[in-house]
């Protein structure tokens, strides 16, 4: 296991249209978290998973977006009618258990919408 | 509420300085822990270390170090005898111990650049 993937690492899209991204964590990782990183910014929490359960969602999460973790091994993040405003860096991160060496981040897929 | 300030936008050096990143966190919590991560230009986040704050010792590894400082809030990150790989983005974050496994509130980041 190498690490978290993200698929794709870029993504262009002309607004309105849907997109789903993917996350497969590190196998043995039972929490997947999404975070959403603007230019210039630090990464802002989108969702978190423990296993299949969606436990938590951000306020950011508009009702555009929604994520699953079926099985609960890989994620997917969807947005729908995409705007401008979603252009950004998709993070997503794995853990074993809270703390320890903290969260394992995957490189990402930048999202650019125009 | 929780925030993680790091006041430094862009730091410039020369290779074999020593650099200081600075970080103040809010929390309203007794337990809750702090991190420090590198994204270098590919995008992914590096994990570099992480204290609860129950443990006020400072930490050093190789060429880093952490200074943490309830008193002040503080969790500085030093690097001595900078070098070229050291130019990335550095990020301070902030979790909160519940059941839940709280997500990070990160900062907004301190670049580093570092020349030759």
């Known amino acids: 296991d190498t690490g978290v993937s993200q698929n794709p690492r870029h993504k262009i899209t002309k607004r309105g249209q849907n997109v789903t991204f993917r996350c497969d964590p590190i196998?043995?990782?039972?929490?997947l978290y999404w975070y959403r990183q603007t230019l210039g910014q630090g990464p802002e929490f989108l969702t978190y998973?423990?296993?299949?359960?969606?436990?938590?969602k951000s306020r950011l999460l508009s009702d555009r977006f929604s994520a699953e973790r079926p099985k609960g091994s890989f994620s997917t993040l969807e947005i729908q009618r995409t705007e401008q405003g979603d252009s950004a860096m998709y993070l997503c991160?794995?853990?074993?258990?809270?703390?320890?060496?903290?969260?394992?981040f995957g490189s990402g897929t930048r999202l650019t919408v125009v | 509420a929780q925030k993680v300030t790091q006041a430094q936008t862009e730091i410039s050096v020369v290779e074999k300085e020593d650099v200081t990143l600075d970080c103040v966190y809010e929390?309203?919590?007794?337990?809750?822990?702090l991190f420090w991560y590198k994204q270098p230009p590919s995008g992914e986040l590096v994990f570099l270390i992480r204290?609860?704050?129950?443990?006020?010792q400072n930490e050093i590894s190789g060429r880093y170090s952490w200074n943490f400082q309830k008193s002040t809030s503080s969790f500085n990150f030093t690097i001595t005898a900078s070098q070229v790989v050291d130019s990335a983005v550095y990020f301070c974050?902030?979790?909160?111990?519940?059941?839940?496994?709280?997500?990070?509130?990160f900062g907004k980041g301190t670049t580093l650049s570092v020349s030759s």
């Open positions: 991160a794995s853990s074993l258990v809270f703390g320890g060496s903290g969260y394992t």
């Open positions: 196998s043995e990782h039972n929490r």
């Open positions: 998973f423990q296993n299949e359960a969606q436990l938590e």
């Open positions: 929390t309203r919590d007794t337990t809750y822990y």
């Open positions: 204290r609860n704050s129950f443990d006020e």
């Open positions: 974050a902030l979790s909160e111990a519940n059941q839940a496994g709280t997500a990070l509130i």
